[in-house]
């Protein structure tokens, strides 16, 4: 039942930050102000890894601000619905509902969504925030890149790797002092440990 409610909220289409032909979000300051969700609980950043579940290598990266308002920076991504507008690489609205149909649009037989999760102060929080707004569009491919320059310009987060890699990213988040971490799949089981 879940599942299908997913599937109509995921009426997106979905192109990885090496997808070709992703039209770039342009809604109105308008209506990112009607869309915008503030999110009750603590201030926080989550860094989202697309992974191959054959490969093991990364696909996409993404980064989730939970600030005074909940926005996912989707570098180079695509995710599109007709209730989330999207302003250049930065999804507004982003519902406690939104976020799950995010990571089950990346979650297929294919790949697995690495959530890594950590605290933070508002100021910081805030700070992402107007990183990610004032980012601008991302290339192709440089889903991990940009996502990376944002973070290391937070204070915690000086020692984020730069890389083109999100797998690499990943693990350069991982070392960050209170990241918890999760694994989403869908549609596959992964091997005993995995």
């Given at each position: 039942?879940?599942?299908?409610?997913?599937?109509?909220?995921?009426?997106?289409?979905?192109?990885?930050?090496?997808?070709?032909?992703?039209?770039?979000?342009?809604?109105?300051?308008?209506?990112?102000?009607?869309?915008?969700?503030?999110?009750?609980?603590?201030?926080?950043?989550t860094l989202y890894t697309v992974i191959?579940?054959?490969?093991?290598?990364?696909?996409?990266?993404?980064?989730?601000?939970?600030?005074?308002?909940?926005?996912?920076?989707?570098?180079?991504?695509s995710f599109h619905h007709h209730e989330?507008?999207?302003?250049?690489?930065?999804?507004?609205?982003?519902?406690?509902?939104?976020?799950?149909?995010?990571?089950?649009?990346?979650?297929?037989?294919?790949?697995?969504?690495?959530?890594?999760?950590?605290?933070?102060?508002?100021?910081?929080?805030?700070?992402?925030?107007q990183l990610v707004e004032a980012n601008?569009?991302?290339?192709?491919?440089?889903?991990?890149?940009?996502?990376?320059?944002?973070?290391?310009?937070?204070?915690?987060?000086?020692?984020?790797?730069?890389?083109?890699?999100?797998?690499?990213?990943?693990?350069?988040?991982?070392?960050?002092?209170?990241?918890?971490?999760?694994?989403?799949?869908?549609?596959?089981?992964?091997?005993?440990?995995?």
């Amino acid at each position: 039942m879940l599942r299908q409610g997913i599937a109509v909220l995921a009426l997106v289409a979905l192109a990885a930050c090496a997808g070709e032909g992703q039209s770039r979000g342009s809604a109105t300051p308008e209506e990112v102000a009607r869309a915008a969700y503030q999110h009750p609980g603590p201030k926080s950043l989550t860094l989202y890894t697309v992974i191959s579940n054959t490969s093991g290598s990364g696909g996409h990266t993404a980064l989730l601000v939970n600030g005074s308002q909940r926005v996912i920076f989707d570098p180079a991504g695509s995710f599109h619905h007709h209730e989330v507008p999207r302003r250049d690489d930065v999804l507004y609205g982003i519902t406690p509902a939104f976020e799950l149909g995010y990571r089950s649009m990346h979650a297929r037989p294919a790949y697995h969504v690495v959530s890594q999760t950590v605290e933070v102060s508002p100021e910081v929080a805030e700070r992402a925030l107007q990183l990610v707004e004032a980012n601008g569009p991302v290339s192709q491919t440089q889903c991990a890149s940009a996502t990376a320059a944002v973070l290391r310009q937070l204070p915690g987060f000086e020692n984020i790797r730069a890389t083109l890699y999100p797998v690499q990213l990943q693990k350069s988040f991982q070392q960050v002092t209170g990241v918890q971490g999760t694994r989403y799949y869908e549609d596959f089981t992964p091997p005993p440990g995995g």
